[in-house]
């Protein structure tokens, strides 16, 4: 079963305006990290937050961390037509020795209309 | 430094065929993982190498295989194809040091079995 699941799972936007993509996961984690990926190419790391972390910021990127809800969000601000792609979040297990063990959501599919 | 790369990027095969898929790590990377997508299971673990040792396996049946050379290149080898295993593959290759390292996927290999 899936790890992580995102919210919504697609999403339509203007340029300039922000998008909010979500994730929930179901068991404890040391890190969490975002992909992205356009049209079925490869995945683009794109952010990680540790577990001790609440919040993280690169560039126009946002995310959040809780823990506590198992939940973690990704804002992008003055979004551009080359964000359109699909978002996933990636989790580990939480153990030491799997943490290359990704396990990934279904993603959210971003489209920024010019 | 160049990039993960994947041989080859599309591949076209019957039932009851085999199929070996290889990418290559950036240079210094030792660790390789292995994904599976599918338009209806989303991103899936398969495997992970390390020093020409698997770490890692996801929950795929033993007809899924793969191994690493001293050079840290890897090859995933599938038997017996069968229509669901039509997919873009995936390869991530990662530093493996110390604390968790982010991942870096190649552009992926397209298998369509017929």
């Known amino acids: 079963s899936q790890q992580g699941e995102e919210d919504p799972q697609a999403l339509s936007i203007q340029e300039g305006e922000n998008a909010t993509m979500n994730c929930s996961y179901k068991?404890?984690?040391?890190?969490l990290q975002w992909y992205r990926q356009n049209s079925g190419r490869g995945l683009v790391h794109l952010i990680l937050?540790?577990?001790?972390?609440r919040e993280k910021h690169s560039g126009r990127l946002r995310v959040t961390l809780d823990t506590s809800k198992k939940s973690s969000s990704l804002l992008i601000t003055a979004s551009r037509a080359a964000d359109t792609a699909s978002y996933f979040c990636?989790?580990?297990?939480?153990?030491?020795?799997?943490?290359?063990?990704?396990?990934f959501g279904k993603g959210t599919l971003l489209t920024v209309n010019p | 430094k160049a990039g993960v790369t994947q041989t080859p990027r599309y591949l076209i095969k019957t039932r009851g065929q085999q199929v070996t898929l290889s990418c290559s790590p950036i240079?210094?990377?030792?660790?390789v993982s292995w994904y599976q997508q599918t338009p209806g299971q989303g991103l899936q673990f398969l495997f992970e190498?390390?020093?020409?040792?698997?770490?890692n396996k996801g929950n795929f049946p033993g007809r899924f295989s793969g191994r690493q050379f001293s050079n840290s290149r890897s090859e995933m080898n599938v038997s017996t194809l069968e229509l669901g295993d039509s997919a873009l593959y995936l390869c991530?290759?990662?530093?493996?040091?110390?604390?968790?390292?982010?991942?870096?996927f190649g552009p992926g290999t397209r298998l369509t079995v017929l």
């Open positions: 991530a290759s990662s530093p493996r040091t110390g604390a968790y390292n982010e991942q870096f």
């Open positions: 068991t404890s984690i040391n890190n």
């Open positions: 937050i540790r577990s001790n972390e």
């Open positions: 990636a989790t580990d297990d939480g153990s030491g020795g799997s943490n290359y063990k990704l396990t």
């Open positions: 240079s210094g990377h030792r660790s």
């Open positions: 190498y390390f020093s020409e040792t698997q770490r």
